[in-house]
Every structure is written in C-alpha cells, then in structure tokens.
T-cell receptor, first 118, second 111 residues
Framework: AQKITQTQPGMFVQEKEAVTLDCTYDTSDPSYGLFWYKQPSSGEMIFLIYQGSYDQQNATEGRYSLNFQKARKSANLVISASQLGDSAMYFCAMREGGNTGTASKLTFGTGTRLQVTL | NAGVTQTPKFRILKIGQSMTLQCAQDMNHNYMYWYRQDPGMGLKLIYYSVGAGITDKGEVPNGYNVSRSTTEDFPLRLELAAPSQTSVYFC??????????FGPGTRLLVL
C-alpha cells in the first residue's frame, strides 16, 4: 500500500487565489511527521511546512498552512494568495517513528505540479 | 553557511564505470541521507547515516555504497554504473528527526 498518496498530478490556480493540494498517508505508528516540499523547475527541494502527529494545531508558515485531519489521515497543503513564483512541483512526505536515535527517513508522494496563471 | 553542497552538478557515465557523488554539510547535522528521484516521481531513500561511522540501507540501496568518516561528508559510490541508475541524486541532512535540508542535486546520465 502507498504510504503517501497525492492524487492530483497537476493543478491550475489563478494568481491571488487560494489552492489546496491533497495528501493522504497511511501509517500505524502513533508518532509521525508530515512535511511539504516545493521543487521549482530549477530542481532544488525547498522545505515549506511541517506537522507532527501530536501537534494540536494546524501548522502555518506565512502563506502556507497545513490542513491536518488525523482521523482521515490527510495533510493537505493550502497556499493562500497564489503567486506566479508558486508554480512548481509540490511533494508531501512522511516520517514514521518518534524515537531519538532513529533516522528521520522520509517517504515521498509522487507530487503535484501546480501552475499559477494570470 | 553554505548548507548542503553536492558535486558534481551533472555527469555522464558509460555503463560499467564508477564514480563518487560528493555531499557535504556545514550545519553540524548528525543525520545525512541520499535519495534518488526518477523522472516524474518522488524521492526514494538510498542510504542514510545517523553519525560518523554509522550507515544503513534505505529503500533502494542496490548498486550503491556509502561511507561516513566525518560529520560533514557523506559520499555516495556507484561501482558499476547501469542505465537504471540514470536519475537525479539528492543529499540531505537533519539534526536528529527535525526537518531535512536538501542539496541542489546531481543529475546523472548513464549511457
């Protein structure tokens, strides 16, 4: 079974509008973390936002927020007030386990390509 | 503070050749990782290290080797290059289980 599922291969959004990128995950570990990374056409991986499984509130970082619904095992990324520079691939990733000493191995989804239009 | 650096940026190998992808970080991170990204796909973990002298396999380790003699460096070795190893390779580091920070990637083409 896929551990991270991103069902939207591509999305379009108009500039200044909000957009939601979907991510569902599968784990039986009670301690886990969810990450979103942005990959522009230049290729680098840019960290956007993190949500821990025990965090009570949804994470926010500037125009990025993470809509964390634990019971549904979803961790959708919301980008508000889209900008042309937001056009990129977006990857959802999960770290399982919370013990210090174990590496933070990430499992990535296949990504969603976001195109912001005028 | 350069973060995570990778060399080379791009390389073409012939089948059967060997090479080492270099990765270095100056953030004093204990954990380092190697991922590969095939076209249109997410990243897959090749190897990781929790500290100098300690390495372990990830999801797709076959055809690769690593070593970690210092905290700063984590080279990835390809011994007998195969076309299936054509990919973009990313190195990353983290302080324990915190956020991983990625290098700019190495694009490898095996012909």
């Amino acid at each position: 079974a896929q551990k991270i599922t991103q069902t939207q291969p591509g999305m379009f959004v108009q500039e200044k509008e909000a957009v939601t990128l979907d991510c569902t995950y599968d784990t039986s570990d009670p301690s886990y973390g969810l990450f979103w990374y942005k990959q522009p056409s230049s290729g680098e991986m840019i960290f956007l936002i993190y949500q821990g499984s025990y965090d009570q509130q949804n994470a926010t970082e500037g125009r990025y927020s993470l809509n964390f619904q634990k019971a549904r095992k979803s961790a959708n990324l919301v980008i508000s007030a889209s900008q042309l520079g937001d056009s990129a691939m977006y990857f959802c990733a999960m770290r399982e386990g919370g013990n210090t000493g174990t590496a933070s191995k990430l499992t990535f989804g296949t990504g969603t390509r976001l195109q912001v239009t005028l | 503070n350069a973060g995570v650096t990778q060399t080379p940026k791009f390389r073409i190998l012939k089948i059967g050749q060997s090479m080492t992808l270099q990765c270095a970080q100056d953030m004093n991170h204990n954990y380092m990782y190697w991922y590969r990204q095939d076209p249109g796909m997410g990243l897959k973990l090749i190897y990781y290290s929790v500290g100098a002298g300690i390495t372990d396999k990830g999801e797709v380790p076959n055809g690769y080797n690593v070593s970690r003699s210092t905290t700063e460096d984590f080279p990835l070795r390809l011994e007998l290059a195969a076309p299936s190893q054509t990919s973009v390779y990313f190195c990353a580091s983290s302080m324990y289980q915190e956020t991983q920070y990625f290098g700019p990637g190495t694009r490898l083409l095996v012909l």
